[in-house]
């Protein structure tokens, strides 16, 4: 199947017009099979018209002429058979030690994490603090770099330490869950 753009032959000479920028492109859709509602020589500038056979689309009626004169009534549709399936349960091969174990575990990691993120949030305003101290009256200046200046840098330090930490302690758990199974 072919898509041919067929361009008025005065745009290919001429500059565009004010009035005239976007023509309308002329289509015409070409077939390398073709079929029995077809017209054999779709061009676009004959002037012969044809009856035109409605075509049957996705969702369309089937027309009297197509050989079934078989009516349905209206609002009845076959369904397709539903299959109820069962609901997905939790895996039963925890015990009760094991599942206290991980929920003590699972809150000392959020308790740890917001920890983390508490101290990012305070990485945040010092640096923020930091490149705002220049525009600040010459007393919190002095005070900013006496006492914030020397401590962030450590703090950032370590906040980047324990990250990588705790990444690379999820690594190994995560290796070890994947060797027991």
């Known amino acids: 199947m072919a898509l041919q753009i067929y361009a008025p032959s005065y745009l290919a000479n001429t500059v565009y017009h004010r009035h005239s920028l976007f023509p309308k492109p ?21 002037s012969s018209k044809k009856a035109v056979v409605p075509g049957q689309g996705f969702g369309s009626s089937p027309s009297p002429s197509s050989g079934s004169n078989k009516k349905k009534p209206k609002g009845k549709r076959e369904r397709a058979s539903i299959i109820r399936r069962s609901p997905v349960e939790k895996p039963a091969f925890l015990t009760k030690e094991e599942e206290a174990k991980a929920e003590e575990q699972r809150k000392n990691e959020s308790a740890f ?16 603090v930091l ?7 010459e007393e919190w200046d002095k005070f900013f770099v006496k006492y914030l200046y020397p401590s962030f840098t450590p703090t950032v330090i370590l906040f980047l330490a324990g990250t990588v930490a705790y990444g690379v302690l999820k690594y190994l758990e995560n290796e070890k869950l994947k060797d027991q199974k």
């Open 113 to 128: 994490l917001l920890a983390w993120l508490g101290l990012g949030g305070i990485i945040l305003v010092q640096g923020i």
């Open 26 to 46: 002329k289509f015409s859709i070409k077939s390398k099979k073709p079929t029995v509602d077809a017209d054999p020589t779709p061009d676009p500038t004959s």
């Open 131 to 137: 490149a705002a101290s220049g525009f600040l009256p």
